[in-house]
């Protein structure tokens, strides 16, 4: 897929707590991400509605804003810190052209945005800039966006994207890792598996690094994309969540002014008015903000394709669950699982229902007992025994609503059950 338009994500500098920043002077002035983050590419214009539509970011379920477009110059970026610090907002502002010692600053910044999508050849310089910003703004991210895994060779200047990944990371230092993939939702063009198989990548190199990492989806029709619909964009997040994601991110909040994109359709159309995208973003980011704080704590171990019954118990050896079965007149399974630790020794799992065009109801015989495991519950974000959504069937049943995921807790192996 030709790649037309990469947002350059501004990575979440989280700064952690002020005692933290001292510290992270002294540890080589690395970012710590202490939240999870619901951003986006194409921050709106600073203009006399810049107040009403920072409130909109807000109230949609948005956490960090992007800068480079509607801020895009030093005394924009100031600006859009101030009122991002009025919403409750946090800001990883543009920096390009301005000298590390002059970077905006303020109670409302992560970070900076230094490049997108370099190739290898850049790798030398970027870690210069890393450095300065490091030295400059203790605490904060120099953020870095990276291809996608359906780029070329030849524009990547690597033998493979393992090997672009790797030299990245390892070459460049950063301290959150990140992509952009935009996979295809067409009959007969089916993108998805490829947008998993980058995600793996990401979620294998993050945890050799030990860094978060986030990744851009597609929100907006544009070249050969189609105009996702809500199960579409559901599907897209709760799989990146199943991979151990700690950020997601939408191509695009306001729609930019490109021939490329001649239909318009992102969350904010240049008009203002608002696409239906808007509510559907709404809708998933509360559910995804309330299951941020225990996503945080989790560390990916692993995620399971489940495609059809074969070979399904072989499949599940290592996971929480030990069957996913079904109705006679139900689809064959279709699911993605991401299999977590929790930091207090738990495990966790995500059950993704990987259809976007039906719901699916598996019935699921997790390894402990019901009454041992728990949910998140993604209108509250607290921890709920799990529900048994068809009593009259024999069974838990687990209802997964299209592209829908939900996170249930487990005893470790090691505890009580």
Known sequence: ?????????????????????SNAAETGQRFIQDRFVISFWVD????????????????????????????????????????????????????????????????ACWGYSVRDEPSTEDFPGLRDRVDEIRA???????????????????????????????????????????????PLFKPGEDGRDNYCANLEVMRTESLRKGIPFWNFFNTMPYGPQTDPTEAQLRWQIYSSLAYGAKGILYFCYYTPVSPEFPKGGAIIQTNDKKTRHYDQARRINHEIANLGPTLMKLECQKA???????????LLKDS???????????????????????EDGRRAVLLNNYHFA????????????????????????????????????EGIQISLDAGEGRLFLLPGKNQDR
């Open 1 to 21: 897929m030709q790649h037309l338009f990469t947002p350059m994500i501004l990575l979440a500098a989280i700064t952690a707590m002020p005692a933290n920043e």
């Open 304 to 314: 399971i394709r489940i495609k059809g019954e074969e070979n399904l118990s072989e």
């Open 136 to 182: 400059a703004r203790p605490g904060k991210l120099a953020y870095i966006n990276l291809f996608p895994n359906y780029v070329s060779k030849e524009g990547m200047k690597a033998s493979s994207y393992e090997e672009y990944i790797q030299r990245f990371l390892d070459e460049v230092g950063v301290d959150v890792l990140s992509m952009d993939h935009y």
């Open 44 to 107: 709106p214009p600073l203009d006399d509605k810049a107040d009403e539509r920072y409130r909109e970011i807000q109230e949609a379920g948005f956490n960090v804003v992007l800068g480079g477009f509607g801020a895009s110059l030093p005394e924009k970026a100031a600006k859009q810190l101030q009122l991002c610090e009025k919403y409750g907002l946090k800001a990883i502002v543009w920096s390009q052209g301005i000298d590390a010692e002059n970077l905006p600053d303020g109670p």
């Open 358 to 393: 039906y719901t699916a109801w598996p019935t699921v015989e997790f390894d402990a007992e019901p009454s041992q495991v728990m949910e998140v519950d993604k209108t509250s974000g607290k921890e709920a025994p799990v529900q048994d959504d068809s009593p009259e069937l």
């Open 320 to 342: 929480p669950i030990r069957n996913l079965g079904r109705a006679d007149y139900d689809p064959l399974p279709d699911y993605l699982l991401g299999v977590f630790k929790h």
